[in-house]
């Protein structure tokens, strides 16, 4: 059966993969594309897939690429407007969230308003705003269906089951490029080191963010929303090779678990034809050559990404957007080499302090809070 897809940030890592599934096949169709400000790779991508519409974030790279793609039957929109118009396009059945950062948001909102299922790939929505998503999609019959690998390991292991007989999530993690290192030597480790994942192509951000375990701490989150499960039952194991994405742990002791080759490409295609499963190429694991899988703890006193982020989830509220929101920031500045490794944490934690949590925020109080630690954060952290 044909399935007609858009997809937001189709120039990443998320949504580059996601073309070349679609690529692979011929019954997955691209309504519509949308990027940042990379219109060379956009250009590109319309001329093979054929959209009728692609969003530009900026407005004047959107009149360049208009007038580059002017031969063909392609409506080209910008800004916020654009990525709106984009995500509710009457056509496109599922939207992959493949954009980075919390200007994810009100696309997907849009898009679950008008019926689309998700395939969501962008944390930052749950984390920030689960409490509306997830009641909305629920409300308006919209599967959220998800992207990220140990996300999608948990709703395969869950397939057929009740989800009322869910004991425990247990969330796999590499540990990062920095696994295994203490607290003084992460002080003046590079930008370069940072970004040297052990296992993972992946966009910059979501690299730093592993270095950090922010991303296992968004994932906690992230988690939490999706499977309805709360923070008592979700324990992260560290699992160095990324051989095991996530597993479930049922009432009855029993514990499901997803495996396979560190690939982004199989839970990107099983959230578009979820339920069914379709070949995928690519290498298999050989557990002739793997033969073993090692389990460690994760280290909370090291890697405060994770504490941090199970404390703003606790205190709940708009504290995980200031959470998201600082991480953001700080790595950015990390990435302009402005502040070392761990001023990310001591960013986060001055943001959190600082911040008064406002209980069940509606969409304006969170992106207000995400404005508002920006401005605290370059009031103290001038670049
Ligand atoms: P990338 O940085 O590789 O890609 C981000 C995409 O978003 C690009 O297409 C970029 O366009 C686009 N974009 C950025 N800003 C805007 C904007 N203002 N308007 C429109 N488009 C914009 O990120 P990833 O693919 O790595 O990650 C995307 C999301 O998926 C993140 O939330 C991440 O946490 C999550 N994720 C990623 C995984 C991975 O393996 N990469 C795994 C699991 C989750 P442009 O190219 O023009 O800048
Ligand atoms: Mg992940």
Do not use: C
Not at 98 to 124: F, S, Y
Not at 336 to 347: A, E, S
């Amino acid at each position: 059966m044909e399935k007609i897809i858009g997809i937001l940030g189709s120039t990443g890592s998320i949504g580059t993969q996601t073309l070349e599934v679609v690529r692979e096949n011929k019954d997955l169709k691209v309504a519509a594309l949308s990027a940042g400000s990379n219109i060379e790779l956009l250009e590109k991508q319309i001329r093979e897939f054929h959209p009728s519409m692609a969003a530009v974030w900026d407005e004047e790279k959107a009149k360049e690429l208009e007038v580059r793609v002017a031969d063909l039957n392609v409506k080209i929109v910008n800004g916020m407007d654009g990525l709106l118009e984009m995500a509710v396009l009457p056509e496109m059945e599922i939207l992959v969230t493949a954009i980075v950062g919390m200007i994810g948001i009100r696309p997907t909102i849009a898009a679950i308003q008008a019926g689309k299922d998700i395939a969501l790939a962008n944390k930052e929505t749950l984390v920030t705003a689960g409490h509306l998503i997830m009641p909305m999609a629920k409300e308006k019959g919209v599967q959220i269906l998800p992207v990220d690998s140990e996300h999608s390991a948990i709703f395969q292991a869950i397939h057929g089951e009740n989800r009322k007989s869910i004991h425990k999530l247990l969330i796999t993690a590499s540990g990062g490029p920095f696994r295994g290192r203490k607290r003084e030597e992460l002080e003046t480790v590079r930008v370069e080191d940072a970004l040297k994942h052990p296992n993972w192509a992946m966009g910059q951000k979501i690299t730093i963010d592993s270095a950090t375990l922010v991303n296992k701490g968004l994932e906690v989150m992230e988690a939490k929303w999706l499977f309805d499960v709360d923070l008592d039952h979700i324990q992260v194991v560290v699992q160095p090779k990324s051989i095991i994405h996530s597993m479930v742990e049922f009432t009855d002791g029993a514990v499901m678990a997803q495996l396979g080759t560190p690939d982004m490409k199989l839970p990107i295609q099983y959230a578009l034809y979820y339920p069914e499963r379709r070949y995928l190429p690519g290498e298999r694991l050989d557990f002739g050559k793997l033969k073993e899988i090692t389990f460690e703890e994760p280290d909370m006193d090291t890697f405060l990404g994770l504490p941090l982020a199970m404390k703003a989830s606790r205190i709940g509220g708009s504290m995980p957007t200031v959470f998201n929101a600082a991480n953001e920031r700080a790595v950015a500045k990390f990435l302009k080499r402005k502040i070392g490794f761990l001023d990310i944490y001591r960013i986060i934690e001055d943001a959190m302090e600082h911040h008064e949590s406002i209980a069940n925020p509606a969409l304006e109080q969170i992106l207000e809070t995400e404005a508002k630690t920006y401005e605290w954060i370059e009031s103290r952290w001038k670049d």
